[in-house]
T-cell receptor, first 113, second 114 residues
């Protein structure tokens, strides 16, 4: 069964450093999302991406964040200058038109020290 | 604005008991989708079910069943004869239409004790 994959599974970084989180979507999916979950809290939407552009973004997704699909397969989330409060689990999700359902990757746990 | 409320923060049951997880939603949209996801201790989010607002038929899948009632804006989830492997955090979520951002509830942590 096709799955969404994410790398790395865990990333530790120093405050102020840039991080790039990677996602490989299910192959025929056209809709891509990033969500985050601060430890013990609910899952929050960050950004959605369709047809090579951002379709929606939340208030959390400020200028420090960016997304791209650099090679037509990977879908990346970049945080330019990490802050302590960026520590969270980051989930990639992908979807297609036929099911209207988002399937989530296993997540990347980001720890900012 | 859309909102999902899962009033039960934590539930603990003994194995083989039935348990119902409550979900109440708010939306101004006439068409929308409702979802349940399971987050086991390993941390991933596992899709369980999707319901669209046109379909109020209840659904059963093995030990899982879902009760969707538009009149009370609720989409409750029942596990029959719970098992230890059901221990997880369960999230209810809402989207205004297909392939739009999900709004999640805060989740209900279910602990099933052997």
């Amino acid at each position: 069964e096709p799955e969404v994959t994410q790398t790395p599974s865990h990333q530790v970084t120093q405050m102020g450093q840039e991080v790039i989180l990677r996602c490989v979507p299910i192959s025929n999916h056209l809709y891509f999302y990033w969500y985050r979950q601060i430890l013990g809290q609910k899952v929050e939407f960050l950004v959605s991406f369709y047809n090579n552009e951002i379709s929606e973004k939340s208030e959390i997704f400020d200028d420090q964040f960016s997304v791209e699909r650099p090679d037509g397969s990977n879908f990346t989330l970049k945080i330019r200058s990490t802050k302590l409060e960026d520590s969270a689990m980051y989930f990639c999700a992908t979807g297609d038109r036929s099911t209207d359902t988002q399937y989530f990757g296993p997540g990347t746990r980001l720890t900012v020290l | 604005a859309q909102k999902v409320t899962q009033a039960q923060t934590e539930i603990s049951v003994v194995e083989k008991e039935d348990v119902t997880l409550d979900c109440v939603y708010e939306t101004r949209d006439t068409t929308y989708y409702l979802f349940w996801y399971k987050q086991p201790p390993s941390g991933e989010l596992v899709f369980l079910i999707r319901r669209n607002s046109f379909d109020e038929q209840n659904e059963i899948s093995g030990r899982y069943s879902w009760n969707f009632q538009k009149s009370t804006s609720s989409f409750n989830f029942t596990i029959t004869a719970s098992q230890v492997v059901d221990s997880a955090v369960y999230f209810c979520a809402l989207s205004e239409r297909g392939n739009t951002p999900l709004v999640f509830g805060k989740g209900t942590r279910l602990s099933v004790i052997a």
